[in-house]
């Protein structure tokens, strides 16, 4: 079954803190995206993984093959970072999401 | 470009009423998806549909039905509305199979609010 997991739920932080988010999938992956889900609803694309690692801004994602398992980094937090944030598996044809873990920064 | 249409943004169906979700977009994308999103869970996959004509079952596809005729446009029809199908309905898309290129971003609509009561 294809299947993708996240952690944690929910995160609260203190503004300037490093976040961490966890995703980890099932076999057959052959690519893995994060998004970024805003309470208005709205979904954007922030990365996309098949291997190594990628940054953007204070944005950092990494991918392990072997481990079958993905980071999400946010380096310097802010309150404007509060977001749901999904990682999806690509299996073969289909995207498949994670349940999103919901952050929340504090000033 | 416009990306990723859906319409309507919301709508209210009584139970037992039909309608179709639109979703069009403009980048010649193969790849298209319908997902469903209920209040505080994650995104379900209903159908998807690799290219004009092909579409496929996600992991919620009951009550629902879709079609590619064209490149553009990949419908969502709900023939018998039920009230477990209130839901955000979000229509996303993508260029190629990820491997193919560097990066692929997924493209999203901005979804669509139904209740059926």
């Known amino acids: 079954k294809n299947e993708v997991e996240q952690s944690p739920q929910n995160l609260t932080a203190q503004e300037g803190e490093f976040i961490t988010i966890n995703c980890s999938y099932s076999?057959?992956?052959?690519?893995l995206h994060w998004l970024q889900q805003h309470p208005g609803g709205g979904i954007v694309s922030l990365f996309m993984?098949?291997?190594g690692k990628k940054k953007h801004g204070r944005l950092i994602a990494t991918i392990n093959i072997q481990e079958k398992h993905s980071s999400l980094h946010i380096t310097a937090s802010h309150p404007r970072d509060s977001a749901v944030y999904i990682c999806?598996?690509?299996?073969?044809?289909?995207?498949?999401f994670g349940t999103g873990t919901r952050l929340q920064v504090f000033p | 470009n416009a990306g990723v249409t859906q319409t309507p943004k919301f709508r209210i169906l009584k139970i037992g009423q039909s309608m179709t979700l639109q979703c069009t977009q403009d980048?010649?994308?193969?790849?298209m998806y319908w997902y469903r999103q209920d209040p505080g869970m994650g995104l379900k996959l209903i159908y998807y549909?690799?290219?004009?004509?092909?579409?496929d079952k996600g992991e919620v596809p009951n009550g629902y039905n879709v079609s590619r005729s064209t490149t553009e446009d990949f419908p969502l029809r709900l023939e018998l509305a039920a009230p477990s199908q209130t839901s955000v309905y979000f229509c996303?898309?993508?260029?190629?199979?990820?491997?193919?290129?560097?990066?692929?971003?997924?493209?999203f609509g901005n979804g669509t609010r139904l209740t059926v009561t």
């Open positions: 999806a598996g690509q299996f073969t044809d289909k995207l498949i």
């Open positions: 076999v057959g992956i052959s690519a």
């Open positions: 993984l098949s291997s």
């Open positions: 980048m010649n994308h193969n790849y």
């Open positions: 549909s690799v290219g004009a004509g092909i579409t």
């Open positions: 996303a898309s993508l260029p190629v199979f990820a491997a193919l290129v560097i990066y692929s971003p997924l493209h």
